[in-house]
């Protein structure tokens, strides 16, 4: 069965202080990775998608990789508006439905 | 693009009456449709998956005739909660699927609140 498991559940930085938030999968077969971000109250926001190990994507201040096993979501420099909940799902091969993890909730103290 | 929209972004009802949530894609054509129920400080669950013309595929545990979704078109589905009950109460989210390279991106409506007294 596919399971995604994000760590840690939550974490708290202080404003420019750089940090990783973890992804870890097992999937019969990856069809792709995706990292949301979610407000409060809102639907998630798209931010990457990634198909392969080594792949890596950028968008200001998050950079996400993939490895065979996880993915990780870098914040470079994290501002209070980054304070969200991180969300990473797996797709798998033959599937277009995707499985979500629980959540990583980011809190930028300023 | 891929702007998803739900309407109505919220709603309260009696227990017992009929409650219809709408989820349009704006500016794609989404191949599926899907539609995730969400409880305070816990990730989305998937609740069911519909494509265009065909009938929904309920996740194991959702009530189908409780849950109806209905997938008129390409840019339209609805979900209707039949008879609610406080313990329907709940963040309901729309997603549509967009394919692009060799995945099916999912993007997401603002979400929809139900309170049911």
């Known amino acids: 069965e596919d399971q995604v498991t994000q760590s840690p559940e939550a974490l708290r930085l202080q404003e420019g202080e750089s940090s990783s938030l973890n992804c870890s999968y097992t999937?019969?077969?990856?069809?792709?990775l995706f990292w949301y971000r979610q407000d409060p109250g809102k639907g998630p926001e798209f931010l990457f998608t990634?198909?392969?190990a080594g792949e890596e994507k950028e968008k200001e201040r998050l950079k996400a990789t993939l490895t065979k096993k996880e993915s990780f979501l870098h914040i470079t420099a994290p501002k209070p508006e980054d304070s969200a909940t991180y969300l990473c799902?797996?797709?798998?091969?033959?599937?277009?439905?995707?499985?979500f993890g629980a959540g990583t909730r980011l809190t930028v103290k300023p | 693009g891929a702007v998803v929209s739900q309407h109505p972004s919220w709603v309260i009802c009696k227990s017992g009456t009929s409650v219809k949530i709408e989820c349009r894609s704006l500016d794609f054509q989404a191949t599926t449709m899907f539609w995730y129920r969400q409880f305070p400080k816990q990730s989305l669950m998937l609740m069911a998956t519909?494509?265009?013309?065909?009938?929904?595929?309920?996740e194991q545990g959702v009530e189908k005739d409780k849950f109806l979704i209905n997938h008129a078109s390409l840019t339209l589905s609805t979900l209707t909660v039949t008879s609610a009950h406080p313990e329907d109460s709940s963040f309901y989210i729309c997603s549509a699927s967009r394919l692009g390279g060799s995945t099916d991106t999912q993007y997401f409506g603002p979400g929809t609140r139900l309170t049911v007294l």
């Open positions: 799902a797996v797709q798998a091969s033959g599937n277009n439905d995707m499985r």
């Open positions: 990634l198909y392969s």
């Open positions: 519909s494509n265009e013309g065909s009938k929904a595929t309920y």
């Open positions: 999937v019969s077969g990856l069809r792709g």
